[in-house]
């Protein structure tokens, strides 16, 4: 891999998965290969990385946020030949902060409800699209002003012909901001488990749904609470005829917190790996069923690790009850923290399948890679 100059804060692994029933018991073998993309110092992104998400057209294209030393956030692109070896692109569109190549989507205007960070993205290629909206993008906004008081973190629109100049959708879909233009989904009513946070979201194009359905988000929903540091999390379902009109699913399947529409995973059982928040759901579809991997977090050490969950049809989703992370009790956590090395655990994950091949890339604070393969 080239050499870079790079951040030891931040770093992207990969995990290398070979396609297994995901109720059969199965080995995960580990192999140290060093990480494969690191924050670049003196850059807009230096302060580090976060949520990939990454498809294979050709070559591996990755979207992902970078942190500036404001803590802004911004979303720049790379691409590879193996999903190893990262090239950013060699210019910067982010006029608001020009150091450093790779960075295609800035923030908003000061007065915009995206003015401060933009994150968390699903991006999806679609070849029936007109050529100006191939690629589609879902991402996470929020400014210091909402963010520091405890406001709302909503979910915006973008679109591009070639994955590097992106057009923000222009409307506004988020009653609660006169502000947000671009923003297609807004957080809860107050009082419900998505009332400050709704984004993070994953977003496919299910060919097999009906039309009001083509499009289907999974996203993260939070509430804050008095009993946890932050905030808890669970994970919610919208369905849209477009990728700009969304709407929740009309229920309520988690029992821990029953006020307002959508949620369809609920945390942990208390003292279990992810108790507290999930977040940052992944999701594809493989034949007849839905499959997603998620961050979760314990209460008891604060770390995150990711898990995986099961669905035929995206609402009712089961953890299986195979737990490869031993540190913590709970059902179906499959990545542990002491792969990476990190302190803080391993989160953002991003999943794509090729010929019998899944890879996955995430999120750690350490400088540990591990390259997993899995067999039955």
Same mark, same amino acid.
């Given at each position: 891999?080239?050499?870079?100059?790079?951040?030891?804060?931040?770093?992207?692994?990969?995990?290398?998965?070979?396609?297994?029933?995901?109720?059969?018991?199965?080995?995960?073998?580990?192999?140290?290969?060093?990480?494969?993309?690191?924050?670049?110092?003196?850059? !807009?992104?230096?302060?580090?990385?976060?949520?990939?998400?990454?498809?294979?057209?050709?070559?591996?294209?990755? #979207?992902?946020? /970078?942190?500036?030393?404001?803590?802004? &956030?911004?979303?720049?692109?790379?691409?590879?030949?193996?999903?190893?070896?990262?090239? &950013?692109?060699?210019?910067?569109?982010?006029?608001?902060?020009?150091?450093?190549? %790779?960075?295609?989507?800035?923030?908003?205007?000061?007065?915009?409800?995206?003015?401060?960070?933009?994150?968390?993205?699903?991006?999806?290629?679609?070849?029936?699209?007109?050529?100006?909206? &191939?690629?589609?993008? !879902?991402?996470?906004?929020?400014?210091?002003?909402?963010?520091?008081?405890? +406001?709302?973190?909503?979910?915006?629109?973008?679109?591009?012909?070639? /994955?590097?100049? #992106?057009?923000?959708?222009?409307?506004?879909?988020?009653?609660?901001?006169?502000?947000?233009?671009?923003?297609?989904?807004?957080? %809860?009513?107050?009082?419900?488990?998505?009332?400050?946070?709704?984004?993070?979201?994953?977003?496919?194009?299910?060919?097999?749904?009906?039309?009001?359905?083509?499009?289907?988000? !999974?996203?993260?929903?939070?509430?804050?609470?008095?009993?946890?540091?932050?905030?808890?999390?669970?994970? +919610?379902?919208?369905?849209?005829?477009?990728?700009?009109?969304?709407?929740?699913?009309?229920?309520?399947?988690?029992?821990?917190?029953?006020?307002?529409? /959508?949620?369809?995973?609920?945390?942990?059982?208390?003292?279990?790996?992810?108790?507290?928040?999930?977040?940052?759901?992944?999701?594809?579809?493989?034949?007849?069923?839905?499959?997603?991997?998620?961050?979760?977090?314990?209460?008891?050490?604060?770390?995150?690790?990711? %898990?995986?969950?099961?669905?035929?049809?995206?609402?009712? !989703?089961?953890?299986?009850?195979?737990?490869?992370?031993?540190?913590?009790?709970?059902?179906?956590?499959?990545?542990?923290?002491?792969?990476?090395?990190?302190?803080? +655990?391993?989160?953002?994950?991003?999943?794509?399948?090729?010929?019998?091949?899944?890879?996955?890339?995430? &999120?750690?604070?350490?400088?540990?890679?591990?390259?997993?393969?899995?067999?039955?």
């Amino acid at each position: 891999m080239k050499s870079i100059i790079v951040s030891t804060s931040v770093v992207i692994y990969i995990f290398i998965c070979t396609l297994y029933n995901a109720s059969a018991s199965h080995v995960m073998l580990r192999e140290p290969v060093g990480p494969v993309f690191s924050s670049v110092l003196n850059s !807009w992104e230096h302060k580090g990385l976060e949520s990939p998400s990454v498809l294979f057209d050709g070559i591996y294209k990755m #979207w992902y946020s /970078g942190t500036d030393e404001h803590n802004r &956030r911004r979303i720049g692109h790379a691409t590879s030949p193996d999903g190893i070896n990262w090239t &950013r692109i060699s210019n910067n569109h982010c006029t608001s902060h020009a150091a450093g190549n %790779g960075c295609v989507l800035d923030v908003g205007n000061k007065m915009s409800w995206d003015a401060d960070h933009i994150y968390g993205m699903s991006v999806v290629a679609d070849p029936g699209a007109p050529e100006k909206s &191939r690629y589609k993008m !879902w991402y996470t906004g929020a400014n210091n002003a909402s963010a520091l008081k405890k +406001g709302r973190w909503r979910t915006g629109y973008a679109f591009s012909s070639d /994955g590097v100049i #992106w057009s923000k959708f222009k409307g506004n879909k988020c009653a609660s901001n006169s502000n947000a233009g671009s923003c297609v989904f807004d957080t %809860g009513a107050p009082g419900s488990w998505d009332e400050i946070v709704a984004a993070a979201p994953s977003v496919i194009i299910d060919a097999d749904a009906s039309p009001s359905e083509r499009y289907k988000m !999974w996203y993260e929903g939070c509430i804050y609470s008095d009993n946890v540091p932050e905030h808890i999390c669970r994970i +919610g379902y919208a369905t849209s005829p477009d990728g700009i009109n969304w709407t929740r699913y009309k229920e309520n399947r988690c029992t821990d917190f029953s006020q307002g529409k /959508g949620c369809v995973l609920d945390t942990g059982k208390a003292g279990s790996w992810d108790d507290v928040r999930l977040v940052h759901p992944v999701v594809i579809k493989t034949e007849h069923k839905y499959e997603m991997w998620y961050a979760g977090q314990s209460s008891a050490d604060h770390k995150f690790r990711i %898990g995986y969950a099961l669905s035929s049809d995206g609402i009712q !989703w089961e953890r299986y009850e195979d737990n490869n992370c031993h540190s913590q009790p709970g059902n179906r956590c499959v990545f542990d923290v002491d792969v990476s090395g990190s302190k803080s +655990g391993i989160s953002d994950p991003a999943m794509i399948q090729i010929n019998g091949t899944r890879k996955i890339w995430y &999120r750690a604070t350490g400088t540990t890679f591990g390259l997993k393969i899995t067999t039955k």
